[in-house]
């Protein structure tokens, strides 16, 4: 790529005005010639070989080089995402062992301030064993700790730091009790209580937007489900001041809603299932039901194979509309499928965990089970709709590396996991390409369409045999240049 014309002079936000056209000349669509892409007004206004050169315009040349609307990752979690930047890594890939685990949590404790929480991310009883309270007071007995699992739905919290988080709620069906009615320190879903607890301000969200935006990614949906209309004050606000450089759809709990501020979109309501305290047949279907009458589609969170089976049949009970997705499909088994297809139902999976955690599941996963992991070509074949994400921080949040790991289903040691539900290349990309109202139709670069791109440093046939990130030369975001790789 031969780099901007003398007319560039920095990076500007996706949110802010935009004066002057962007002129992306020389560019591969796959056509079988090079052509020209005017960015006029936030939208492609012309695609033609040879468009003119007009006095203030911003141009590019793509030196040949592909051109993608820009990827949208249709799972992610902001602030989780963002929040993991400056957490201790505690997953099998980073520890091994209780005295390395101890010896981690201990060094970590004497360098932060008193009084400041430790936050540990990605555990895995496969490090240290099963954790509890008790456990953690024997390594750091008096500052709070508190560590998520790697699922992201449990933490556990040594006594200091329950200490902090259970008066304000007493009773709370989250806490764990052992048999004599003390708290374990493992807690579910309760993440609201225990940031409030642990004082800790929002995460800034520029190192990891500026990251994705570097990777081509120019939307994405945020999977935690909003609770109250601040969360949406503070995202809306981190878009209007260029904070966070992608368009961001938000996913709502049940009952929030239906508007949401100037500069987001409103995404579908997330429905979390648990195996642990699992809703009646009755109640999830009500659920579903209320959420249609509110005009809005549901999104339900299922990593195990009885909370897909209660999904279907609360959908088949209260009925499906377009846009109804199942949230990472980790275990679908084959059965299934046809319900899947018949439903109208989208999944949203998320096949990085093949790379990022398929060795543990060639040793923890019932060999029976292995073929319905994250599956895609059997869900493609069978008509239904799929989309994929990240689910960063959970997941590696590099979408190529996900779309990689679509094409060859190889663990982080190379050895193959669900090898039947391999795609093409063009097919695993593609599961980025959708909309956030549409995940499953994949977008074009196309008149009239938005001006989200990514421009690509070599020409598209050679881009989507390596799926490397490295290869986006620069994204565009509305008309604005987020990122230069160059």
């Known amino acids: 790529m031969t780099g901007w014309s003398h007319r560039w002079c920095g990076l500007r936000s996706s949110s802010g005005p935009i004066v002057a056209d962007l002129l992306v000349t020389a560019a591969d669509l796959g056509r079988g010639e090079l052509v020209d892409i005017r960015v006029s007004d936030k939208r492609i206004e012309s695609i033609a070989p040879g468009l003119e050169v007009r006095g203030d315009d911003w141009v590019l040349n793509a030196a040949g080089g592909g051109v993608l609307p820009g ?15 400056d957490s201790l ?8 062992g209780e ?15 008193p009084g400041a929480w430790i936050r540990g991310i990605g555990y895995h009883e496969r490090v240290a064993g099963s954790l509890d309270r008790h456990r953690l007071d024997r390594i750091v007995p008096h500052r709070p700790v508190r560590i998520q699992h790697r699922t992201g739905s449990q933490w556990v919290l040594n006594t200091a730091a329950l200490e902090a988080v259970a008066p304000s709620i007493p009773g709370h069906r989250g806490i764990e ?5 003390s708290p374990t320190g493992r807690l579910v879903r309760m993440d609201r209580w225990i940031e409030a607890a642990a004082g800790r301000g929002d995460p800034c ?3 990891l937007s500026e990251r994705w935006a570097r990777f081509g990614v120019t939307g994405c949906t945020d999977a935690t489900p909003v609770g109250d209309l601040g969360q949406f004050e503070t995202l809306a606000s981190a878009r209007a001041d260029g904070t966070l450089l992608q368009r961001v759809t938000a996913m709502t709990a049940p009952g929030v809603g239906p508007s949401c501020p100037p500069g987001l979109t409103l995404g579908p309501i997330k429905l979390l299932l648990d195996d642990v305290g699992l809703p009646s047949l009755d109640e999830l279907a009500e659920l579903v039901r209320a959420t249609h009458r509110a005009g809005r589609r549901v999104a339900v969170h299922c990593v195990t194979r009885v909370q897909l089976v209660l999904a279907l049949a609360a959908l088949e009970d209260a009925g499906t509309l377009r846009g109804d997705r199942v949230e990472h499909g980790s275990l ?12 109208g139902v989208t999944v949203v999976t998320n096949p990085g965990f093949v790379f990022d955690r398929g060795d543990e599941y060639l040793t923890d996963v019932e060999p029976s089970d292995r073929p319905d992991l994250y599956r895609c070509y059997s869900l493609i074949t069978a008509g239904v709709g799929v989309a994929a994400g990240t689910d960063a921080p959970f997941g590696p949040d590099d979408p190529w590396a996900v779309a990689r790991t679509a094409v060859s289903r190889l663990t982080r040691s190379g050895r193959s996991v669900g090898a039947d539900e391999r795609i093409d290349a063009r097919r695993a990309l593609s599961l980025f390409l959708g909309s956030a109202e549409d995940p499953t139709m994949p977008r074009t670069v196309s008149v009239g369409s938005p001006g989200d791109l990514c421009v690509l440093a070599t020409p598209l046939d050679e881009a989507l045999r390596s799926l490397d990130g490295s290869n986006v030369a620069a994204t565009v975001v509305a008309g604005a240049i987020v990122a230069d790789n160059r």
């Open 71 to 85: 990827l949208h990752d249709h799972h992610v979690h902001l602030y989780s995402a963002a929040a993991a930047r």
């Open 332 to 343: 679908i088994p084959a059965e299934l499928i046809g319900a899947l297809g018949r439903l």
């Open 89 to 96: 890594a505690l997953g099998p890939g980073e520890v091994a």
């Open 205 to 207: 969200l520029a190192p």
């Open 99 to 113: 005295d390395r685990f101890a010896e981690l949590l201990r060094r970590h404790d004497r360098r932060l301030p």
């Open 177 to 181: 009790l052992d048999p004599s009615g």
